[in-house]
C-alpha cells in the first residue's frame, strides 16, 4: 500500500511517499528555514505564504522520485494539529482537494504522532509495551505506548519545551535559529564540565522544566565582558539538557518494565542525546531506537508511516477535516 504524506504544520514544506507504513520511497523537504532566520524563528504568516507557493511542486516531486503518478496512491495522510493554524490550513486544503479529484480516501494524523511513527520507518521489529521520549520545538513527552494508537502520557514540560530552550538559548548566546543543531556541532569541541547548569526536578514527578536552565544560562553569559567560549558553555547547556531527559526516560522505562525506549522530535537528532540514551540503555539492558536526523526533524514520511498504522485501523476522516492548533495526542480528529 503506497501513502501519500503530507506535513505543513510549522516551516518545512513536506511531502513524501511510503510503502507499507515502513519503506521511504520519497520524502522532500522545502525548508523554509534561511527565509525566517532573519528573524530569529517562525513568523507564521509568512511561513503560511511559503506554503502556498510550495505545496504542489513539493508534492509533485515526493510523486516523481518515488516513480508514482497519483493513481498508484491508496490513501494520502495530512498532518492537521497541533501546529500554526494558517500553516496547517495549507497542507489540509492540499490533501482533501487531492483525496476528493483523485477519490483516494484521506486520514488525518497528529503531528506528535507522526514523530513517533518515523520509529517505524527505521526498526525492523517493534513490540509493545515502550516508551518514547518525543522533544521537539514545541514538546518534551514521555509517551507509553500499549499498543498503535494508544497513547498514555507519562510526563510533560512544565515551561518550556526541550528545543525551545536549545533555541532560546542559541539566540541568547549569538547563534543563528534553529539553535540546536548549531549547539549541537559546537559542543563536540567542548568541555561538558566546565559551567555546571541546573538539572531541574519538578516535585516527585517525571515531568520537566527547562525555563531555569535557560536564566542560568543567561546570568552566566551576563557575567563576562565579551562571549564566553562557545564550545564549553554550549557542551556544558547541552549536557544538563541530555543529563534530564535521559534520567527521566530511563526511570519510566523502569518503572513500566518495558524493553524498548524510542526516540522523537527535532532534538532527538541531537547527537549527544542520542548517543547517551542508547550507552543507558545498553547498560540497563533495553533497546534504544532513534530515527536518522532527517527523519528526526519535521518530514511528511512519518506522516505517512503514522496514516498508514491509523487506516489499518479503519480511521478514515472526511473531506470536512478541520485544523486545529492544539490538541492532545490520542484523540482523533474526527471527535472534534
Ligand atoms: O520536530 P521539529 O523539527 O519541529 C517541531 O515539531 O517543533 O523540532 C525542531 C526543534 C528545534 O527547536 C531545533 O532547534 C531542534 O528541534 N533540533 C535540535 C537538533 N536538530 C533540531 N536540537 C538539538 N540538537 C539537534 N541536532
Ligand atoms: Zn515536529
Known amino acids: 500500500m503506497k501513502i501519500l504524506g503530507i506535513e505543513t504544520s510549522c516551516d518545512e514544506t513536506s511531502a513524501a511517499v511510503v510503502a507499507d507504513g515502513v519503506s521511504v520511497l520519497s520524502n522532500v523537504i522545502a525548508s523554509q528555514v534561511e527565509i525566517h532566520a532573519r528573524f530569529g524563528g517562525v513568523v507564521p504568516e509568512v511561513a503560511s505564504r511559503r506554503h502556498v507557493e510550495l505545496i504542489m511542486p513539493t508534492i509533485q516531486e515526493a510523486l516523481d522520485k ?65 516508551i518514547c521520549l518525543v522533544v521537539s520545538g514545541g514538546h518534551s513527552d514521555l509517551i507509553y505506548m500499549s499498543d498503535h494508537g494508544k497513547y498514555e502520557i507519562l510526563a510533560r514540560t512544565r515551561d518550556d519545551a526541550a528545543g525551545e530552550c536549545f533555541d532560546k538559548c542559541a539566540r541568547a548566546i549569538g547563534l543563528g535559529y534553529p539553535g540546536g543543531p548549531e549547539i549541537d556541532r559546537l559542543a563536540k569541541e567542548g568541555n561538558s564540565h566546565s559551567v555546571k547548569f541546573p538539572r531541574a526536578k519538578v516535585g516527585d514527578t517525571l515531568d520537566f522544566s527547562f525555563s531555569g536552565l535557560k536564566t542560568a544560562v543567561i546570568r552566566y553569559i551576563e557575567g563576562f565582558a565579551e562571549r564566553p567560549p562557545l564550545p564549553d558553555l554550549a557542551a556544558s547547556f547541552q549536557a544538563a539538557i541530555v543529563d534530564v531527559l535521559v534520567d527521566h526516560t530511563f526511570k ?45 526533524t519535521d518530514n511528511a514520511a512519518m506522516t505517512a508511516a503514522a496514516a498508514y498504522f491509523a487506516q489499518e485501523r479503519g480511521l478514515y476522516a472526511g473531506l470536512d477535516l478541520d485544523s486545529f492548533a492544539s490538541q492532545p495526542i490520542g484523540e482523533r480528529a474526527e471527535a472534534m
Open 252 to 296: 519510566a522505562a523502569q518503572e513500566r518494565g518495558v524493553k524498548l525506549v524510542m526516540m522523537a522530535g527535532g532534538v532527538a537528532a541531537n547527537s549527544s542525546l542520542q548517543a547517551a540514551m542508547k550507552a543507558r540503555g545498553k547498560e540497563l539492558g533495553i533497546v534504544v531506537n532513534a530515527p536518522p536526523p532527517v527523519l528526526c
Open 66 to 130: 518515488a516513480g508514482c503518478a497519483l493513481h498508484d496512491i491508496d490513501c494520502i495522510g495530512v498532518i492537521n494539529r497541533p501546529g500554526l493554524i494558517g500553516a496547517l490550513i495549507v497542507g489540509v486544503a492540499a490533501a482533501k482537494t487531492i483525496a476528493y479529484a483523485a477519490k483516494i480516501p484521506l486520514v488525518a494524523v497528529h503531528h506528535i504522532e507522526a514523530h513517533i511513527y518515523a520509529n517505524w520507518l527505521t526498526a525492523a521489529d517493534i513490540q509493545f509495551p515502550l
